[in-house]
């Protein structure tokens, strides 16, 4: 018996149907929540503006994650929700509650910056351009592959580059952030780790893939080690231009306060830990303790720059932990991504 209105399912059209052959099909699978009954399919050609409401509704029904109501629907339709995306949705609104409530700028405007290139700028350009290659690098891969745990990844960099020279923009020019030493240090040097941590576990998986033929494993990895000594010569020529700006800090000590945003870095925090978690589903036991270990590792190197962000009373008295904290909004949304990632790789799998 087919869903919906009568035996033949409502149009949301005017006019009717000239012919029998343009109408929906009686006998359709199975409702998709969002997808047939909130995205009508218009064979051969965009999704009409007039049908957005439809697309944001079936988004935040997803965003809902009502699972256990479409149980009795069937497991097929139980697995359209993503899980997580409601635990990530309440972290990041924990994360934009924190950075809110102590919101302070100071006398803070773009006008009155003046450009030092100071040395915490050179370590985060040389995560952002870590991350670039690894964006590209990966995008490579999945074109040449089509391996579902590698489509998220181009996001997942890009993301984390982004809110790297973010932070950057910030180090590039703040003389207390400078003359601290610990409040660019506390982003910068975990952030370098990060990014390594997360390009090795993928390497070891892709090295370990079994459906990419050989002559095409060599070829991705033949292009990744050319990359990698493009970019290691990179990073290490920015690095020590970066010590050509290195300046002896001025007599200023580090003042204790309590700074709700650093519940940010917190909420990036406990979603690697979530991730680490989860990929004790992956099937390949290498796979599966190597994602946990670094996960758990990156989780743990997150308190790292939670702390400071927690405590420094210069950051929280000036405009550095803002800029902190929004470059940490992007990191928290590319942690997204690598979830995103990892719950492919596990249905890739099975």
């Not at 952030?177 to 990060?194: E, K, M, Q, R, W």
């Not at 803002?322 to 979830?339: M, R, T, V």
Request: proline share 3%.
């Amino acid at each position: 018996m087919a869903e919906g209105v009568g035996f033949e399912p409502t149009v949301r059209r005017l006019g009717a149907h000239t012919i029998s052959s343009r109408a929906p099909s009686a006998a359709r699978a199975p409702l998709l929540l969002g997808m047939t009954i909130l995205r009508p399919n218009l064979s051969g050609g965009k999704t009409p503006f007039y049908f957005l409401p439809y697309l944001l509704i079936g988004r935040l029904l997803k965003l809902m994650n009502l699972e256990k109501y479409l149980a009795k629907f069937g497991k097929e339709e139980a697995a359209f929700i993503p899980r997580g995306d409601i635990f990530f949705a309440l972290l990041l609104f924990v994360a934009l509650v924190g950075l809110i409530l102590d919101w302070e700028t100071g006398s803070f405007t773009y006008r009155h910056i003046h450009i030092e290139w100071y040395f915490h700028f050179w370590i985060a350009f040389s995560a952002f351009i870590l991350s670039l290659s690894l964006t590209y690098y990966f995008f490579y891969v999945y074109g040449k592959t089509h391996l579902e745990p590698i489509k998220y990844l181009p996001l997942a960099f890009l993301f984390y580059g982004i809110g790297v020279i973010i932070m950057g923009f910030h180090d590039l020019y703040c003389k207390t952030n400078s003359d601290l030493g610990f409040c660019g240090s506390a982003h910068n040097y975990p952030n370098v780790v990060v990014l390594l941590i997360l390009y090795l576990d993928y390497v070891v998986y892709l090295s370990r893939e079994k459906s990419i033929n050989s002559v095409l494993k060599k070829e991705i990895l033949k292009f990744l080690l050319t990359l990698n000594m493009l970019t290691s010569l990179l990073m290490m020529f920015i690095i020590f231009v970066g010590l050509l700006f290195m300046k002896i800090p001025s007599d200023l000590y580090y003042r204790k306060i309590f700074n709700l945003q650093g519940l940010v870095f917190i909420s990036i925090q406990i979603y690697a830990m979530y991730i680490a978690f989860k990929s004790l589903k992956v099937s390949d036991k290498t796979l599966k303790y190597l994602f946990f270990c670094s996960f758990l590792i990156i989780s743990f190197l997150q308190s790292i720059p939670a702390y400071h962000i927690f405590t420094c009373y210069w950051c929280y008295l000036e405009e550095c932990s803002e800029f902190f904290c929004i470059g940490g909004l992007f990191i928290l949304f590319s942690f997204y991504f690598f979830g995103k990632s990892i719950d492919s790789f596990v249905s890739y799998k099975k």
